[in-house]
């Protein structure tokens, strides 16, 4: 039987390292395996085991419903800030319609999702119907949102919180711990995570996401629906941020008006961990998952081997630009091996 040459074996090997190396997710899941491996050995059998494993993968699941569209965002040039805002006024709006007046569960569930889809749509609407840039179009929602949400609930309650204790189906499908340990939120990161791989990487909407990125004039001349775009994608944020805040009432049994700030940077630190880049034009679900697993891994790995907790901060913020710079240097090579081609 003939052989193939060990020349073309290692041709063949180089190649593929070389393909290997051009994915925007190869930084993302080394920094992922070398944190994984660091926290491993620190924390032991026990941050190995099954608590270590439901203990970040439940952080990652709510945070990583989120990122995904903050991902995609991200990828077609804009920013969304207003999650942060979005996640309370959600929770609230279905405890006090659940809760507060009595009302079946799936109207108040109805009713959080619909706030996120409609402060989506107006963040998509201002950002594309003026020249306004997101990054301010947001935080000017997200703070009127905040107010509102404050108010109507000291108006309606007098209470900046709200309970309530949803029935047994509704706890299952939305705030069970599996096997008392692994939250069922999990499960809808993984199917959030299919939804975006299939638009993004499958269905020709994924190549209009990232076309507006590189150029929103150039792919609006192409004939591509960049306002539409635009908006479903600020209109997904809100929703997935709606959905997060949702499932916290149904977990935890409470709203508070105070809850939800931290998904803003959180949710972009795991998209640029997993490869996105700040400026728009490229990125991939598999690395926004790989960076979400990462910030995770870090948020309490550091929790498991008795660190201080500031030890986490620098390790992040040092994800953060090590993510930076690894992003332009693989983003660099894709282009010189591009431009060798051509």
Known sequence: MDQMPTSHR?????????????????????????????FASLGGPVFIGAPGW?????????????????????????FDFSVGSVVPASSMTAAMLSGHYDLPAFIGIAGG???????????GLLVTRTSIPSLIVTIGVMFAVMGLTLGTAVLIKGSTSVSYVPDPTTKALLGQFINGMFNVAILWWIGFAAVFF?????????????????????????????????????????????????????????????GG??????????????????????GSIIGILLGTMTFAVVNQGVFFAALDPNVGSIIVGALLLAAVLSNDSFRALAMRVAAKKS
């Open 113 to 123: 999702l619909g706030v996120g889809l409609a402060i989506g749509f107006v963040n």
């Open 198 to 258: 299939y638009i993004l990487h499958i269905s020709p909407v994924g190549n209009w996401i990232l076309a507006i990125g590189g150029d929103r004039e150039s792919a609006r001349n192409a004939g591509i629906p960049t306002a539409k775009v635009t908006i479903g994608l600020f209109m997904a944020s809100g929703f997935c941020a709606a959905f997060v805040g949702v499932a916290q009432v149904m977990t935890y049994q409470q709203a508070q008006v105070a």
């Open 261 to 282: 700030q931290a998904f803003i940077f959180n949710s972009i630190m795991c998209a640029v961990i997993g490869g996105v880049l700040l400026n728009g034009g490229a």
């Open 54 to 78: 439901s203990s970040w993968l439940n952080i990652a699941a709510e945070v990583g419903i989120i990122a995904l569209p903050v991902g995609l965002l991200m990828i077609s040039g804009e």
């Open 10 to 38: 290692t041709s063949g090997k180089h190649s593929a390292l070389a393909t290997f190396a051009r994915r925007p997710e190869t930084g993302s899941l080394i920094g992922f395996v070398v944190v994984f491996a660091f």
